[in-house]
């Protein structure tokens, strides 16, 4: 086969189309494209920017959450008009464009769970030559980090954090926490500093280090202006795919949203935890009663959507006399044991941040902690609204619907208190606060009933197709992401976790997205 670079994209006869641009899906295009004679056409709803094109308001570190013009529209919950479902990117790079930039993957013991359900080849020995393939990072043991990866992971000197994170960190040491000097080790249990995909960019360097340091996303990581001149790699930007299309079980491309089609021998899903599993309903892999529901010819009958999570979290906000610098915006995090957690696992983190609303506190100083029951057991779900490729997904998180998941958090809660009775933070810490501003209560009935009322989203959405050995009730796919029943059809992104990693999500797809590339790649280009 010969590539024409400039031929019209909707001509070209690819053997791999990769829907969604984001933390998994510029990893697969990147590594699929290395074999140069294999054609890759990446499809991205949202814009397209490399390194140097960034917007800066996109690209600075610090700013978080990324703006209209990068985020989709905000998912609705079924059966209700409540917004749901947390905050998506559309944008190449995904999340790793809007993100918090905290890069620490899933501990061993996520693991060592998946492999005991039946994914054997995911085992903590297996998946972490992927994570160091993944990284550049300037510190840690070699044991367990890669030094010659895409993504730069930076650790700041305690000293270079701000006085109320450096307190926050002392103050657990003196609860008795443990310190631990890197929270990417296989069970990295205490209080550490948060490592960071960021970079600084010298380009100005009259600025602050805080102003100059930018995200490295997966489009400037994996997407490198070389990347992008390969000849059997094409990028379609600002465009939205609807489905995928079958000849009877196998796949022979995808549908955009405007109709138009485009062919390739194989098609890998990479468009997130909810945009994944849309696109799978509508293109007829999803429960028969609710494909029937909207009209939509069955392709496989499975349990796309059924098995969504996210980790529950309350933000809490500690309003404090001490110093007001609210740079760099993250800290420390804690990660911790409750009394309901297994002796290998890490069911809490407290991760400090300075994204607190300071002019809710009466000092104007405050800092922010997200408690967050990181290894929940609730379960949500995903449903489409119709079959129109332009309305969004239906979300329901549930969260908090499995009554541990509470106890998880009330400890959490009690955790964060007990660090502030001890100095450095107990002669500031004024008192600690819910993201609407109440106070947390002390007497438990009352905590129970705000953490019910104050749970949210961590924007760790996973689990919408996830993988499973046959005959799992849940399973949508086996451990290297094909669909099952069908041929020519992967799924690599925040999906196919089992359940929820009890950590942030970005190094974990990553990963998840180098694994299943190297298996794509062994399997060679005509294999499905
Ligand atoms: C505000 C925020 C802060 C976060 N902070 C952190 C953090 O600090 N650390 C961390 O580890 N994790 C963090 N996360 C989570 C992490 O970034 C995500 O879990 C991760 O990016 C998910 O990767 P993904 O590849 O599954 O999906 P995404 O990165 O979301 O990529 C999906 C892509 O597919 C595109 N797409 C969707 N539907 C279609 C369609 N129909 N056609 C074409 N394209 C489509 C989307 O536009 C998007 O670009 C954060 C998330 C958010 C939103």
Known sequence: MTFAKNSKIATRDYDIIIVGGGS?????????SENRNQCVLLIEAG???TKSTFPPQIALGRRVGGDASTTWAHTQEIGSSKASGGLRAK????GSAINAAAFVRAPRSDFDRWAAAGLRDWAYEQVLPYFKKSEKADYGNDEWHGRRG????????????????????DAALQAGFLSNDDLNKPFPKGIGIYPLNVQDDPGNPALD??????RVNTAIAYLTDDVRQRENLDILADTEVDKVLFNG???????????RELTARQVVLSAGAIGSGAILLRSGVGPKEH????????????????????QPNVYLQVFIEGDGAI?????GKLWEQSSLAAADQLDIYLGFNHFANLAQSPTGKAFGIIACACRPRSRGKLELESADPRALPRVSLNLLSVESDIQILIEAVAMMRRIAAHEPLRSQAVSIHFSDGSEVPTDLKSLREAIVKQVDSTLHVTSSAPMGPLGDPLAVLDEQGRVYGLSGLRVADASIFPDVPSVATNPTVIMAAEYIADRIKQAGPSAA
């Open 291 to 310: 494909l029937a529901a909207h009209s939509i010819h069955l392709v496989a009958d499975l349990p796309v959507g059924q098995a969504l999570m996210d």
């Open 209 to 214: 280090r805080n102003d100059r340091e930018i």
């Open 327 to 331: 740079l760099p915006a993250l800290g």
């Open 47 to 49: 814009a397209s920017y």
């Open 150 to 169: 895409p993504i730069p992971v930076h650790l700041r000197r305690k000293d270079e954090l701000s006085k109320t994170a450096q307190a926050f960190i």
């Open 91 to 94: 944008i190449l790079g995904g």
């Open 249 to 259: 079980h196998h796949v022979r491309g995808v549908q955009l949203a405007d109709g």
């Open 24 to 32: 998994a899906g510029a990893v697969m295009a990147s590594r699929l």
